[in-house]
């Protein structure tokens, strides 16, 4: 049961390039979401998925896409990297948040190893 | 919109001693709240999510309470130990919401 993967866990972009950070999870979560995390700052959603098909914008969504064709992956494209999205990214997964539709008590997220990029 | 508050300010504590770190919410209440444990270099680890119709969770050295009338969630950790030197960061749900949003985490330092 490896949890959370994401890859890659090192990456450096130039300015304008776009690429593609994976993140996959093993636990058959529905609830799937991407954090960015700045020195000093916390973490700040950039895209969230609450089931397969589905996905919302969270604070950040600039300069980033997501999609959900399978319950178990969730990729976050960017698409034409700035230095400004120089960051670590998280990838998290729970279950369910959101009982109503779940069905389920909110349980924590698992959050992956992170990728820690740069943009120059 | 929602504001979550956490001490910005590192907290430093002497080992054995209980560390409490507060979280501070406004405007909506939150259908429950979630902690979480945070290493340099390393994601978040879930530590405890406890609901609005609970005043108190413990989990071994841990506890957590929630005051929806001060909109303040506590964290304690007793018998401290270096240890649990880490980043805390606490994250509230809404049942309206299908989004966490974090706090920015307060910073704890125990000393042996």
């Known amino acids: 049961n490896a949890g959370v993967t994401q890859t890659p866990k090192f990456q450096v972009l130039k300015t304008g390039q776009s690429m593609t950070l994976q993140c996959a999870q093993d636990m058959n979560h529905e609830y799937m979401s991407w954090y960015r995390q700045d020195p000093g700052m916390g973490l700040r959603l950039i895209h969230y998925s609450v089931g397969a098909g589905i996905t919302d914008q969270g604070e950040v969504p600039n300069g980033y896409n997501v999609s959900r064709s399978t319950t178990e992956d969730f990729p976050l494209r960017l698409l034409s990297a700035a230095p400004s999205q120089t960051s670590v990214y998280f990838c998290?997964?729970?279950?369910?948040?959101?009982?109503?539709?779940?069905?389920?008590?909110?349980?924590?997220?698992?959050f992956g190893s992170g990728t820690r990029l740069t943009v120059v | 919109s929602q504001k979550i508050e956490q001490n910005s300010e590192a907290l430093n504590i002497q080992e054995g001693k209980t560390a409490t770190l507060t979280c501070n919410y406004t405007n909506y209440s939150p259908a429950y709240l979630q902690w979480y444990r945070q290493d340099p270099g390393r994601g978040p680890v879930f530590l405890l999510l406890i609901r609005e119709n609970e005043k108190e969770k413990r989990k071994e050295r841990l506890k957590v309470t929630f005051d929806t009338t001060l909109k303040q969630s506590l964290f304690h950790i007793t018998a401290s130990q270096p240890a649990d030197s880490a980043t805390y960061l606490c994250a509230p749900g809404y049942s309206s919401a299908s989004k966490i949003i974090f706090g920015s985490g307060t910073r704890l330092s125990i000393r042996p």
């Open positions: 998290a997964s729970s279950y369910g948040i959101y009982p109503q539709l779940t069905g389920k008590d909110p349980g924590g997220y698992t």
